[in-house]
Structure formats: structure tokens, C-alpha cells
């Protein structure tokens, strides 16, 4: 195996990546974490101890992770470990959640474990942003059953909301995405993507058609059979970016 994929292999980049970990107790409050924890999530100077962990999350992100970790309450004998991805500044991380037990089988806590996947979906380097800037994504981490599968952006041909999160659609159909259209919006290339509804965020690099009928207006995208809708504030926007003058 060469360098080059050595190093962009999963293996590599879980190898070399700090791991995160954050132990909570039944009622979801912080007993226990690392140094990479405290370092990396958005603590600030709280005291995150004996506080719940949805706290430290900003609030359209709580509903995710209060969703995540029920979901580990499946009430089979070997539960999967639950997994989301989440958006914060200048990073992405991969969450996992398993609950734990105690000798009788009652839920006793959750153990929190994260990586920091930003390496592998982008390829700048942190020291060349501008404070406060996100880091744009090269590839969109989705996720498919215990896997999370990583998207060539190119092969976007949208993204829809779906309340917190997003389904991404290429080629091969529509994988599931843990970010919101939001973030997406912020870490991609404005470029080639444009938010032109409020629930869907359009690559303008497959665009073949714009229709206007009875007032609105929609847009086609090559090998996509439906069309998009395109917000009444937006179009102004999309069809300067098409360099139309008017419609």
C-alpha cells in the first residue's frame, strides 16, 4: 500500500486521531471526561460536571442528541452503539452512544464517544482560515445502518431538510445526513452551492433548467426527474448566478 493511501485510509486516520470520551450518568448529567473532551466540545469555562449534557449543546442540536441517546435503549440484548455527526466550529465530530449497566441489567449510565472526522471531509488546512471561519467539506459524511459513508461533494446533486437534518441525493439516490442544511450551507462552496428554498440547498454545477409556471418557479437539475422548488426571495439570487437578467 503507498503513502497516499495509507494515509487516506479509515484505518490510518483512526489511528492517528484522539478519541473523545464523556460518561454520563442515568439522568444525563456529565460524572466524567478526558482532556481531549474537555479541549475539544464547547464547554467554555462552565463547569460541565453534574450538569446535563444537552446544556452544552446549542438548542437546535439538542433534540438530536436527546434522540441519540434514547435510541440506545433498543430493547434488544446487544444494542449497536448509535451514531450522529455534529457541526461545531472549525471541526466535525463522529458521536457514538452505548448505554451501560449495572450487574443487574439496569441502565447505569451512557458512555459518549467521539472522533474527530474533519480530515477525512476536508482537505484545508486550519492554519490558513480566518478566525471563525468553518472549514469547507469536501466530502458530506452520511450515514447508512453502522457505517458512516463519505460523499464526494462533486456527486451532489442536492441536499433537503428534514427538521434537524438533511437527506443528500446523487446518482446512486438520497443517503441520510446527521447536519442541518444550515451547516451544510456554511461548509460548502458557494461557488457551485445555493441555497434556494428554505429546505433545499441546490448544486447550481447540474443545473439544466429554470421553469417559471403560474408564478413559481422551479429548477431542473440534470438526471433529476423532479424539479426543485425555488423560493420567492431566491430567485433573484439564482438567476444572478446563472447570469439572467431576468425570467
Not at 66 to 76: A, R, S
Request: charged letters at 25%; glycine letters at 4%.
Amino acid at each position: 500500500m503507498d503513502t497516499r493511501t495509507q494515509q487516506g485510509s479509515p484505518l490510518y486516520l483512526l489511528e492517528r486521531s484522539d478519541v473523545g470520551l464523556v460518561q454520563l450518568d442515568r439522568d444525563l448529567k456529565v460524572c466524567a471526561m478526558n482532556s481531549f473532551a474537555r479541549r475539544v466540545l464547547p464547554v467554555d469555562e462552565k463547569q460541565p460536571f453534574d450538569k446535563m449534557v444537552l446544556s452544552f449543546h446549542p438548542e437546535r442540536s439538542q433534540a438530536k442528541v436527546k434522540f441519540l441517546i434514547d435510541q440506545t435503549e433498543c430493547p434488544v440484548s446487544n444494542p449497536p452503539p448509535m451514531t450522529m455527526i455534529i457541526n461545531i466550529p472549525e471541526r466535525v465530530l463522529l458521536i457514538k452512544v452505548s448505554k451501560m449497566v449495572d450487574m443487574r441489567g439496569d441502565t447505569a449510565g451512557y458512555t459518549l464517544v467521539f472522533y474527530d472526522i474533519t480530515d477525512a471531509v476536508s482537505r484545508e488546512e486550519p492554519s490558513l482560515l480566518r478566525p471563525g471561519t468553518k472549514r469547507r467539506l469536501q466530502k458530506i459524511p452520511t450515514v447508512s445502518g453502522n457505517r458512516i459513508v463519505l460523499v464526494d461533494v462533486d456527486s451532489v446533486f442536492y441536499f433537503r431538510a428534514e427538521g434537524h437534518y438533511t437527506w443528500v441525493t446523487t446518482a446512486q439516490g438520497s443517503s441520510f445526513c446527521n447536519l442541518t442544511i444550515g451547516d451544510l450551507e456554511s461548509r460548502l462552496d458557494s461557488a457551485s452551492f445555493l441555497r434556494i428554498h428554505r429546505s433545499y440547498l441546490a448544486n447550481l454545477d447540474h443545473a439544466e433548467q429554470i421553469v417559471r409556471d403560474e408564478g413559481r418557479v422551479t429548477l431542473k437539475l440534470r438526471h433529476e426527474e423532479a424539479a426543485l422548488p425555488v423560493g420567492r426571495t431566491s430567485v433573484p439570487r439564482l438567476l444572478e448566478r446563472l447570469g439572467l437578467t431576468e425570467l
